[in-house]
């Protein structure tokens, strides 16, 4: 049986449960993450047989066993209701099983850092023979090199050192029980069985399971969707936790989801996905304003139709000089049905109550918008040196 940690207690709310990554525990890797988020869920962990707070295996698993396993703690701790998920690595893998042996109680999930298919089977074979011969510590360098961004373990050794104290702890025996499990993992031909909504976050600098490896799960599944974080490796949820949290809350919160739904078809998914990859400590609470008032309670209001608050977004922004969003929502008034010839008679308007210049400076922005958006999108930053710059 799999040992549950508590990260928020909330028995009136949606159940959120937390999968670890193989040779950590569940606290040691997500409980600074868990403290981040906003949104109101019951959060509970799970640690690996062996690893954490979890007994050693009493004999060997597969990744559907510990599937069954948390369907089993969430049905003991919300019997008969859907739960969200989220997980990393091995964790991630489990989500996948989850969709889809039990696609009637998972509501959505995060999968982080992991893959369809994780390495080779003769990889995960090869390691788990290395720690049956020479004992856990054998791994620990190499785990060092594969876990962390480079230079993380320099600037933030206290959480680094933590993680590694879980490895250092795990039951050797449990670990090469969980390399076998991930040796025998493969459902990248049953991605398109999962129905549920999934965000795949990717550490830029991930070694074991690469962008590659989440931009597949977000490709294979019906409603996937992917984000890259710059300065993570493999453990996204300690490396990041402040993102990785807001990722979750747009994710699992109905209101930020709601938010983050507009926002993505109004400005397009490459911009938006940008932006939110680009999110720092710092940005994340206006982010969140953005999202959840701008985009679900403003944009989303019956009384009038987007093009018609394009219009009105247009003048304001050209009114007030904002000319680092101009273009973007130039974009997305094109979206929201705005014709090129629309847009223009808007602009000409602008120079009349607006004044030239500022319709002047609107039109050359438009004509190169309008002339190839698809270079201009690609070529407009996700995230400026001010914190207004983009998140609107």
Request: hydrophobic share 45%; with cysteine; net charge negative.
């Amino acid at each position: 049986m799999l040992t549950a940690t508590t990260f928020v207690e909330a028995a009136d709310r949606p159940l959120l449960l937390l999968g670890p990554s193989v040779g950590t525990s569940v606290e040691a890797l997500w409980a600074r993450c868990a403290g981040r988020l906003y949104g109101r869920y019951h959060v509970v962990g799970w640690d690996l047989p062996g690893q954490g707070r979890s007994a050693p295996a009493t004999g060997p698993f597969t990744v559907a066993d510990l599937a069954a396993e948390v369907l089993a703690l969430a049905e003991r701790i919300r019997p008969g209701e859907a739960f969200g998920y989220a997980g990393d690595s091995l964790g991630g893998a489990v989500g996948l099983q989850l969709l889809l042996d039990a696609p009637e109680r998972v509501t959505g999930a995060v999968l982080l850092c992991t893959g369809a298919r994780i390495g080779t089977a003769q990889m995960w074979h090869d390691r788990a023979n290395l720690v049956r011969a020479e004992g856990i510590g054998a791994v620990v360098d190499g785990s060092r090199d594969r876990w962390f961004a480079p230079g993380f373990a320099g600037r933030q050794p206290e959480i680094a050192e933590v993680l590694l104290d879980a490895l250092r702890g795990t039951h050797p025996e449990s670990y090469a029980r969980s390399c076998e499990a991930l040796a025998e993992f493969d459902v990248r031909d049953r991605l398109a069985e999962i129905a549920a909504p999934v965000l795949a976050v990717a550490g830029a600098h991930d070694k074991p399971t690469p962008p590659d490896s989440l931009q597949a799960i977000a490709d294979g599944v019906l409603h996937g969707r992917l984000v890259v974080l710059d300065g993570v490796a493999h453990l996204a949820p300690a490396e990041n936790p402040e993102v990785v949290a807001f990722l979750l809350d747009q994710h699992f919160d109905e209101v930020r989801a709601a938010g983050i739904a507009v926002r993505r078809e109004v400005l397009g998914p490459a911009h938006v996905d940008r932006a939110t990859a680009g999110t720092t400590a710092f940005t994340r609470d206006f982010q969140d304003l953005i999202t959840r008032y701008a985009w679900n309670e403003i944009w989303t209001r019956p009384g009038l139709e987007r093009r018609d608050r394009s219009l009105i977004t247009l003048t304001a922004l050209i009114a007030l000089g904002h000319d680092e969003e101009l273009a973007m929502h130039v974009r997305a008034a094109r979206t929201n049905g705005l014709s090129d010839d629309e847009i223009k008679e808007l602009i000409l308007q602008t120079a009349i109550y607006c004044g030239v210049p500022a319709a002047n400076t609107a039109f050359r922005i438009a004509q190169r918008v309008l002339s190839d958006p698809a270079t201009e999108a690609a070529a407009t930053p996700a995230t400026g040196t001010t914190a207004v710059e983009e998140p609107k």
